[in-house]
Structures are given as C-alpha cells and as structure tokens.
C-alpha cells in the first residue's frame, strides 16, 4: 500500500493528515507538531498533497514543493462540500484529500516570496489608509461638536489642523484643543508611513516590466499594476479575459434555472482590493477624463454607456474591460495600443 494522495490541514501547532492509495481507500491518519511536518513528508514517497489556501499555505507549499512533491492549494470554498458530518480538524483533511483528486477542481497557484513580499507592502498601505481615514473622521466628529468643520476631502483636512493649533480659546476650548492635537500629530506620522509604503511600491513598479506596461492602461496607476502583477502571478492560469474578470469579481451574478438566464449586480467574489482599485481607478478615468474620454475604443464605449446607464454601473463596466484588457497584456507579453482611434460598429 503506497500513499498517493495526501491532505494536509495546517494550523498553528497541530497538524492533520490523510493518506490514501490509488483506490481512494484511506491508509494514514496523523497528528503531527509543527515541527514535525518536514520530517514526514521527507520520509513519505513524492505524491501529491493538497492544503487549503489560507493563511501560511503558500509557505508550507514551497517548502513541501522543495521536498520533490506535487502540492495544490484549493479554495476552502470548494472544499468545504467534501466535508462529512462535523467540523473537524481529522475531516476537514479528509476532505482535502478527496476534492484534490476530482479532475475539475480549480487550484490556487502557489505565490514565490517575491510576490508576496509585493502583496505584503500593498497591504500595509492598504492598512495605514484606512487607519487615516478613521482619524480624519475622528477629527472632523470631534472639531463638528464645536461648530467647526472643512469641505469634505482628505486634503480639506488641513484647515481643521490649522485651526486646531492655534490659540485661540474662544474658537476650541484649550482641554479639547491638547486632546484632538494627539489626533494631529498621529495623523502626519500615518502621512509619513504612508508615503514611506508609496515610495516602496513605485520602486517595485519601476523595476517590473510588466507592472510598467500595465500602468500604461487607462484607471490602472502604479498601485494598481503592481498588485495585479504580484497576485496573478501567471496570468495564463485563466482561461480567458472573462475567467480573469470572474476571479476578480466584476461579472453579473447568475441566477439562472429552466432556461430563464437571470443576472443580477456583479458576484463580488475572488479579490476584493483589485476589484476596490479598478473600480476606483475607472470612476475617476469617467469623471476626470472630459471629452478625452471617446479618444479610446474603451472610452468611447464607457461614453456611449454613460449616456443611458447610472454612472456606477459605467465605471463597474468600464473596471470589467480594463481587467480583460490587463489580461491580455499579461497573456500576450504585449503593451497597450489605447490610443488607436475608435473602430466604427
């Protein structure tokens, strides 16, 4: 009886495994300690090992992957319907087991330490913004209960933290003023630390050439082109622009049955942060762009779509086309050829 096929449910310390054979019949059941997984897969022949795509798998992937096995990581979404009969950490490997042997199951490339240095950086931007945010609002609640406010916008905030330090006791009582300056000061150190992150991202941007003709694209900036860069990876792992669309979460949902097709908004599933960043990114391609808009085959169909649908759903749909238009770059090696006049229908 040789193992063919493993499960591996991994965790902080205590590690589960399955085993099974050629057949499907389970041949291994194992607890193991964290430091004991390497041992064991070095004495277990070269098979193939499936993880769920959470936290630390793509690092126990590359190690395991080191060890001259085949590892897949699967989405927990997917492999949730092969779990029997209660949550455990015994079934849940079992569960793994089993789903990475279906022939249609869908993986998760496995991401090297470079993309998810990149990914890392992303997210602590990602981070210290909305912790800005959540100061700026602060500020403004606690300045408003004394009548004073600023125009809405981040950079609007500079005329509270002007007022704020000035001296006059009549404007802000001086206890209220020594209390919202610690907000003050914590905001400019976020300013700082964000733009510390900015200048790390921009430097990756610059050194990846795929990230620069990605930038190229209309709504993708450097931010933008670095993150899809760093968690695509490959972009030929999608079968096709609308696969890649679909990951990202910017395609109807489907609800549809007895030949009715039914589609609703968009799915919001797979990345939530690409699908925030192009979605962004086409809102201010629509409301910045003026009459340059139509100087693109994309802009001019966003322009024609905007003239009988909300401007939402326009910028939603003109996110879709940029993501397919980031996949074929990415799949073709080519860079973007926008500013060729628009084809008549």
């Given at each position: ?271 939530p942060y690409l699908r925030r960043l192009l979605v962004i990114g086409a809102t201010a391609v629509i409301r910045h762009a003026g009459g340059r ?16 649908r909300p401007a939402r759903l326009a910028s939603v749909a003109l996110a879709n086309k940029t993501a397919r238009i980031a996949w074929a770059l ?16």
């Amino acid at each position: 009886m040789q193992i063919t096929t493993i499960g591996l449910d991994i965790a902080k310390r205590i590690f589960q495994v399955h085993g099974a054979d050629a057949t499907g019949r389970a041949i291994l059941r194992r607890k193991l300690q964290r430091h004991d997984v390497l041992a064991f897969f070095k004495s277990v022949p070269a098979c193939l090992v499936g993880i769920e795509a959470c936290g630390t798998a793509h690092h126990w992937a590359r190690q395991i992957r080191a060890l001259g096995h085949e590892v897949r990581l699967l989405p927990p979404a997917y492999v949730k319907p092969y779990v029997k009969r209660g949550k455990t950490d015994a079934a849940d490997a079992e569960a793994i087991c089993e789903a990475i042997t279906r022939p249609s199951m869908q993986t998760v490339p496995v991401k090297s330490t470079e993309q998810q240095a990149m990914l890392t950086l992303h997210r602590v931007r990602d981070l210290l913004v909305r912790q800005r945010t959540m100061l700026i609002n602060a500020l403004r609640g606690h300045m408003a209960e004394f009548g004073i406010i600023a125009p809405q916008g981040a950079r609007r905030v500079g005329e509270l933290v002007a007022l704020l330090m000035g001296e006059d006791e009549t404007v802000l009582p001086a206890l209220a003023r020594q209390a919202l300056r610690l907000l003050a000061a914590e905001l400019h150190a976020l300013e700082q630390r964000i733009t510390q992150a900015e200048d790390a991202i921009m430097a990756g941007h610059k050194q990846n050439e795929a990230s620069r003709r990605l930038a190229a694209i209309p709504g993708i900036g450097p931010i933008t082109a670095s993150a899809i860069v760093a968690t695509v990876g490959d972009a030929a792992q999608f079968r096709s622009a609308r696969h890649f669309a679909a990951w990202i979460g910017l395609v109807p949902k489907q609800n549809s049955s007895g030949g009715k097709q039914r589609q609703g908004g968009i799915s919001k599933q797979g990345n939530p942060y690409l699908r925030r960043l192009l979605v962004i990114g086409a809102t201010a391609v629509i409301r910045h762009a003026g009459g340059r808009l139509a100087a693109t085959p994309s802009g001019a169909w966003a322009k024609t779509l905007l003239e009988r649908r909300p401007a939402r759903l326009a910028s939603v749909a003109l996110a879709n086309k940029t993501a397919r238009i980031a996949w074929a770059l990415l799949t073709k090696g080519e860079s973007y050829r926008g500013n060729a006049p628009a084809q008549p229908a």
